[in-house]
Structures are given as C-alpha cells and as structure tokens.
C-alpha cells in the first residue's frame, strides 16, 4: 500500500464518509491540530516519567484518536462506525487530576511554563489543546460535533496543566510563578 494517493494533490481531502473539503476547512483544521496535539503526548510520554503516566498518556492518545475520527466525519454522509467517547473518559482525567493535585501544594499564583523541559512539553500540549478546544468550538456553531469532544477537550487541557505541575515537583524542578508587576 502507497502512503501517497495523488488525490489532495488540488489541495482538498475527503472526510469519511467522501465529502471532498478544502485543506484548509475548519474540520481539517480541528483534526489536524487534534493531531498535533496528540504528537505532543508521544513527546510527554517519552520522556522519563513514571509508568503510570506513561499508560495514561497512551490512552489519552488513543482517546484523540477516536476524537480525530469524529472530527473527520462528514456528519452527513459518513455511514462508518465511528469510535465514540464516553463519560468515562472524562472521569478518568478528572481522578487522575485529583490524585496529583492531592500531592501538590495549594495554587495562589498563576504558574509560567518552564523549569524543565518535561514541563515545557506538558504547557505545550496544554496550549495546543485549547488550540483544538477552539477550533473545534467554532466548528460546532457550523455544524454536527459530539459534545462530548467539546467536554474532554476542555478537561485535558486541564489536566495537562495539573500533569505539569505534579512532574515538576517528581523532578524537584522549579514552578515558576508569576508575580504581576505594579
């Protein structure tokens, strides 16, 4: 099988479903910063933190690539049995946030990223998943999004923050903080 089909050659893809768009469509938009996003967690996972997080970044990846699977269907046409989010999904980031956030001190200062390069990649994934939250936002009010994408979307950028303040303080790293001017 060829990697290379010639077909977006013109600059368009096919949605699942075969609805040809414009490379640049709001839907490619939303699934390929999805994508982005989810080569940022490969990065997070390899590096040297434990395996606990190890397994729930994987399935964190698996999750957007069942969104990235939503996100590229034509609502309209697609008659493909799509994997779906559930509920669950969610929860898990938010027990895994309450477990971290359990170990960590009390928040009272908003956190810049930085102090080591691991936490550098989790502020990464965190502003690229608000990226995506936002396209994928703006592609809701035009068409068909399961709301749920919306939901998990928003929660990992959440816990992406809280996973990069937990791995500063498993690394001894430096959280700096920010102390507005005035």
Not at 15 to 43: C, F, M, P, Q
Not at 154 to 173: E, P, Q
């Amino acid at each position: 099988m060829k990697i290379y089909t010639k077909t977006g050659d013109k600059g368009t893809t096919a949605l699942i479903g075969g609805t040809r768009v414009a490379k640049h469509h709001l839907r490619i938009d939303s699934y390929g910063t999805v994508d982005e996003l989810n080569a940022y967690v490969g990065l997070i996972r390899d590096q040297q933190i434990s395996d606990h997080y190890k397994s729930v970044l994987k399935e964190i990846q698996d999750r957007l690539f069942t969104v990235g699977a939503s996100l590229a269907s034509d609502p309209q046409k697609s008659k493909m049995v799509i994997p779906d989010l559930h509920e669950a999904d969610i929860e898990l980031l938010e027990k895994e946030m309450d477990k971290m956030n359990d170990e960590l001190p009390m928040l009272k200062h908003f956190v810049l990223p930085g102090g080591h390069t691991t936490v550098s990649f989790c502020h990464v994934a965190r502003t690229v998943c608000r990226r995506a939250e936002r396209l994928v936002v703006e592609l809701a009010e035009e068409g068909t999004v399961n709301e749920l994408v919306i939901k998990y979307l928003n929660r990992l950028s959440d816990y992406f923050f809280v996973l990069g303040r937990k791995l500063a303080s498993d690394l001894n790293a430096d959280e700096y903080i920010w102390i507005p001017r005035v």
